[in-house]
């Protein structure tokens, strides 16, 4: 009878792990589910999963208080462990997410709830159940339930509680438009750092690399000076300067692009590696733009979540910055799905707004001790070597200083130079409104849409700008995916061309915005039997449709270019619809 007890025990534990890890698991799931990625039968799913794993805990506790419990009532227990779970996180979503903004939110503070009530309901259950022979096993098992459901939750949900409650969780005090004035002080502090870390008498520098494994030595490095305008670029309201540093022994030349914007408080800088020499370089590696710290004191970092079109899209957070690195990157290559690539480092004596300029899959880290801010930015992977001749640069990083407590002066600061110094000329004062009459979607003919631009009275045309045609207007398959490659006109049902709604539109006042995805290329398509002709010219990827199309090459870049102007010329479009619908980091 012992041995028969004893197993039962063992099965009975083994049965509470799975379902403890069911428990966990669909914790996990909901909170990507909520993030606006999966479907609402996959929610009732895991909520259903959930429930059984607590129902399963409740009808161990019962039979501990009874000593004993038939399956009728450990029936009852599982099914009321589901309605009370589900009720519970249904009802706090109904409570206190009327906004829809909040929705990770409530399932991570849902099952904060069901992971303590389930540890304890455990913790009770084996304690009372336990037989001499398996006292100790089973309470060493209740104590590891504990600690894992009741510590995991604090350290891995409660931040995230705080953060996914952003509109609840940050507040920042009332600032005077003339404390949002930037200072003298502020100005002279931005010069004296720019000066410091670029001109400085110690030859230290912001950014690094490593050379062959070997750290840069500005020491080993002869340093030039000049203004001439070597990129090419020109920035409003701000004195750039050319930094070239040379090195014989290894035929590299490294030139930095610094920018001082003196009267928005802010500096800017790219650094270019260039190979000079006749032969092929080391192998470039660990390629900082900026791997720095800043003096701030004790500080606070703010940054924004990307677009994943999630609710949690843009969410504002905040964290404090101690010895830990905060790390962010981009994601699959996309540089703002996952965060924004700007952040708001709030410190006790000041602070400053970085921003990191590339389009590809940056990274990023923030620690603080003793006082000092440590940061990084970088391109998230690069070892190579350089060709003679070739040259490769590293991404923007952009510095926006200010001298209050309060970040609200640091967001308004960079806000301003953005407007300022980076925006074209007068785009913050012409707004441009477009309407959209064949979209992905869409199979209307060239009759339709001029039946439909005829439908719409004057005072539309007043309010608009130019109609809008997205993907699909090219020749496709069985979805407007499929033809991705295909930039010539569907003839049948644009059998005039596109030039003709071009026109007819012109004749309304009104201009014809034109879809274009020139990256991506589909088998099949006209761009794919031309590219599949020249050699590099397509990059694939085992096991995926997806070509990209290669712009790195120049001769491929030049076909595209010259096609793509052609095309909008021909096609009678006045404004370029760029867009990007897969993942390019592992291309």
């Given at each position: 009878?012992?041995?028969?007890?004893?197993?039962?025990?063992?099965?009975?534990?083994?049965?509470?792990?799975?379902?403890?890890?069911?428990?966990?698991?669909?914790?996990?799931?909901?909170?990507?589910?909520?993030?606006?990625?999966?479907?609402?039968?996959?929610?009732?799913?895991?909520?259903?999963?959930?429930?059984?794993?607590?129902g399963?805990?409740v009808?161990?506790?019962?039979?501990?208080?009874?000593?004993?419990?038939?399956?009728?009532?450990?029936?009852?227990?599982?099914?009321?462990?589901?309605?009370?779970?589900?009720?519970?996180?249904?009802?706090?979503?109904?409570?206190?997410?009327?906004?829809?903004?909040?929705?990770?939110?409530?399932?991570?503070?849902?099952?904060?709830?069901?992971?303590?009530?389930?540890?304890?309901?455990?913790?009770?259950?084996?304690?009372?159940?336990?037989?001499?022979?398996?006292?100790?096993?089973?309470?060493?098992?209740?104590?590891?339930?504990?600690?894992?459901?009741?510590?995991?939750?604090?350290?891995?949900?409660i931040?995230?509680?705080k953060?996914?409650?952003?509109?609840?969780?940050?507040?920042?005090?009332?600032?005077?438009?003339?404390?949002?004035?930037l200072?003298?002080?502020?100005?002279?502090?931005?010069?004296?750092?720019?000066?410091n870390?670029?001109?400085?008498?110690?030859?230290?520098?912001?950014?690094?690399?490593?050379l062959?494994?070997?750290?840069?030595d500005?020491?080993?490095?002869?340093?030039?000076?000049t203004?001439?305008?070597?990129?090419g670029?020109?920035?409003?309201d701000?004195?750039?300067?050319?930094?070239?540093?040379?090195?014989?022994?290894?035929?590299?030349?490294?030139?930095?692009?610094?920018?001082l914007?003196?009267?928005?408080?802010?500096?800017?800088w790219?650094?270019?590696?260039?190979?000079?020499?006749?032969?092929?370089?080391?192998?470039?590696?660990?390629f900082?733009a900026?791997?720095?710290?800043?003096?701030?004191?004790?500080a606070?970092?703010?940054?924004?979540?990307?677009?994943?079109?999630?609710?949690?899209?843009?969410?504002?957070?905040?964290?404090?910055l101690?010895?830990?690195?905060?790390?962010?990157?981009?994601?699959?290559?996309?540089?703002?799905?996952?965060?924004?690539p700007?952040?708001?480092?709030?410190?006790?004596?000041?602070?400053?707004?970085?921003?990191i300029?590339?389009?590809?899959?940056?990274?990023?880290?923030?620690?603080?001790?003793?006082?000092?801010?440590?940061i990084?930015?970088?391109?998230?992977?690069?070892?190579?070597?350089?060709?003679p001749?070739?040259?490769?640069?590293?991404?923007?990083?952009?510095?926006?200083?200010?001298?209050n407590?309060n970040?609200?002066?640091?967001?308004?600061?960079f806000?301003?130079?953005?407007?300022?110094?980076?925006y074209?000329e007068?785009?913050?004062?012409?707004?441009?409104?477009?309407?959209?009459?064949?979209?992905?979607?869409?199979?209307?003919?060239?009759?339709?849409?001029?039946?439909?631009?005829?439908?719409?009275?004057?005072?539309?045309?007043?309010?608009?700008?130019?109609?809008?045609?997205?993907?699909g207007?090219?020749?496709?398959?069985?979805?407007?995916?499929?033809?991705?490659?295909?930039?010539?006109?569907?003839?049948?049902?644009?059998?005039n061309?596109?030039?003709?709604?071009?026109?007819?539109a012109a004749?309304?006042?009104?201009?014809?915005?034109?879809?274009?995805?020139?990256?991506?290329?589909?088998?099949?398509?006209?761009?794919?039997?031309?590219?599949?002709?020249?050699p590099?010219?397509?990059?694939s990827?085992d096991?995926?449709?997806?070509?990209?199309?290669?712009?790195?090459?120049?001769?491929?870049?030049?076909?595209?270019?010259?096609?793509i102007?052609?095309?909008?010329?021909?096609?009678?479009?006045?404004?370029?619809?760029?867009?990007?619908?897969?993942?390019?980091?592992?291309y």
């Amino acid at each position: 009878m012992e041995k028969k007890n004893k197993k039962i025990r063992i099965i009975e534990a083994s049965v509470t792990t799975v379902l403890f890890g069911l428990l966990i698991y669909a914790a996990y799931s909901l909170w990507y589910i909520f993030g606006g990625t999966e479907s609402s039968f996959d929610v009732h799913l895991y909520t259903v999963l959930s429930g059984t794993a607590l129902g399963w805990f409740v009808a161990m506790l019962v039979g501990a208080i009874r000593k004993k419990s038939s399956w009728l009532t450990n029936l009852i227990c599982l099914l009321l462990g589901n309605g009370i779970f589900q009720g519970l996180i249904w009802g706090t979503n109904a409570a206190i997410n009327k906004e829809n903004y909040l929705n990770e939110a409530v399932v991570i503070n849902t099952f904060t709830v069901a992971f303590a009530a389930s540890a304890i309901v455990l913790l009770i259950a084996f304690i009372m159940r336990a037989k001499s022979s398996l006292k100790a096993m089973n309470i060493i098992l209740a104590i590891i339930y504990f600690v894992v459901s009741c510590g995991g939750v604090y350290v891995l949900n409660i931040e995230n509680i705080k953060a996914l409650s952003y509109k609840k969780n940050i507040e920042f005090g009332t600032i005077s438009a003339e404390e949002m004035k930037l200072t003298n002080n502020e100005m002279n502090f931005c010069t004296q750092w720019f000066n410091n870390n670029f001109y400085g008498d110690d030859n230290k520098y912001p950014f690094t690399f490593k050379l062959d494994g070997k750290e840069f030595d500005p020491e080993q490095w002869e340093q030039n000076l000049t203004e001439s305008p070597a990129f090419g670029t020109v920035y409003a309201d701000g004195q750039t300067e050319y930094i070239v540093l040379t090195n014989k022994n290894n035929g590299l030349e490294v030139t930095v692009e610094a920018t001082l914007f003196l009267r928005n408080a802010t500096c800017q800088w790219i650094v270019y590696i260039k190979n000079t020499g006749d032969k092929n370089s080391g192998v470039i590696s660990d390629f900082y733009a900026l791997n720095s710290s800043f003096a701030s004191g004790k500080a606070d970092i703010y940054y924004s979540m990307g677009s994943n079109t999630a609710a949690s899209d843009f969410s504002l957070i905040k964290k404090s910055l101690g010895s830990t690195e905060r790390i962010f990157s981009g994601v699959d290559g996309k540089p703002t799905e996952s965060y924004l690539p700007y952040f708001n480092v709030c410190g006790e004596k000041y602070g400053f707004v970085l921003g990191i300029g590339w389009t590809g899959q940056w990274a990023s880290s923030f620690s603080s001790k003793n006082g000092e801010t440590a940061i990084t930015v970088k391109q998230d992977s690069l070892k190579a070597y350089l060709l003679p001749g070739e040259e490769i640069r590293s991404p923007l990083v952009s510095i926006s200083f200010y001298d209050n407590e309060n970040p609200l002066k640091g967001f308004n600061s960079f806000r301003r130079w953005i407007m300022d110094s980076v925006y074209p000329e007068n785009v913050t004062q012409n707004s441009y409104t477009v309407m959209e009459v064949a979209g992905p979607e869409s199979t209307r003919t060239a009759d339709e849409i001029i039946e439909i631009l005829n439908g719409l009275d004057n005072s539309v045309y007043e309010n608009i700008d130019a109609f809008w045609m997205d993907a699909g207007w090219y020749s496709y398959n069985e979805g407007w995916y499929d033809g991705v490659g295909n930039w010539t006109v569907d003839t049948t049902r644009y059998d005039n061309g596109i030039s003709e709604l071009s026109g007819y539109a012109a004749g309304k006042g009104l201009g014809h915005v034109l879809w274009y995805e020139p990256e991506r290329v589909f088998p099949g398509t006209e761009f794919h039997k031309a590219g599949s002709e020249k050699p590099q010219w397509l990059i694939s990827v085992d096991g995926n449709d997806n070509l990209m199309w290669n712009l790195a090459n120049e001769d491929a870049f030049k076909y595209y270019c010259d096609y793509i102007l052609n095309s909008l010329k021909e096609n009678g479009a006045t404004v370029y619809r760029q867009d990007f619908n897969f993942a390019p980091l592992k291309y």
